[in-house]
């Protein structure tokens, strides 16, 4: 005799599974989106779209568009579990916690494929070598006892310091005024400056000994 489910109970079963397989597609599709960003850029999400994750993925771009209303839903939800790939939560980040999360962001990005960079034209090249070497000169008047890799730390954080990009990034992402950006970026390089003259030394890679 055979003994047959309840229809409730097969339903139940049946919804339950579905959901599953749902989840299942859907942590799919954020994955292939990682993927994606992962090949190229943290900056660059312009080939993350509906359809580049769908075949990434391997589903039919109305399967995506069903987890996600549109590619604005689903850049989120990458972002997210490229976060969480990080170890790194932001909701709960505390001060004394920017550091290693820093380092967790930084270590992972180190896995990814390099960026591309875009070619810049001679004569910007000529006056960024012209810029580094200044940078590399000034450090090294006020530490010639350094090693060649802490010289060259040191100028290239005061470079990302008073770069175009930092300045921009205050006044267009963080909403500073001219004075106000000029001034917290002239901040941080004092703090540089004093750490050279004081002979703080930048940190080395663990394991690896001043040079």
Not at 54 to 72: C, I, K, L, P, Q
Not at 133 to 152: C, D, F, G, K
């Amino acid at each position: 005799m055979t003994t047959t489910q309840p229809p409730s109970t097969r339903r139940a079963y049946d919804n339950t599974l579905r959901q599953e397989r749902a989840a299942q597609t859907r942590a799919r599709i954020v994955a292939a989106g990682a993927e994606l960003v992962r090949g190229s850029s943290i900056r660059d999400w312009h080939g993350v779209t509906i359809r580049a994750v769908a075949t990434r993925a391997g589903v039919h771009e109305r399967t995506v568009y069903r987890h996600f209303a549109n590619e604005r839903a689903l850049h989120d939800a990458v972002l997210h579990h490229l976060e969480q790939e990080a170890g790194i939560d932001l909701a709960t980040m505390r001060l004394d916690d920017i550091a290693e999360v820093t380092t967790r962001m930084f270590r992972t990005l180190s896995s990814w494929a390099a960026p591309t960079r875009k070619k810049l034209d001679p004569a910007l090249v000529e006056a960024r070598g012209r810029l580094h070497e200044s940078l590399l000169t000034a450090v090294s008047q006020q530490a010639s006892r350094w090693s060649i890799p802490e010289r060259t730390t040191a100028a290239a954080v005061l470079d990302v310091l008073w770069s175009v990009a930092s300045y921009e990034r205050l006044v267009s992402d963080w909403e500073l005024d001219h004075d106000h950006a000029t001034r917290a970026i002239t901040w941080v390089i004092g703090l540089v400056e004093d750490a050279v003259r004081r002979g703080q030394r930048p940190p080395h890679p663990t394991g690896a000994s001043p040079g």
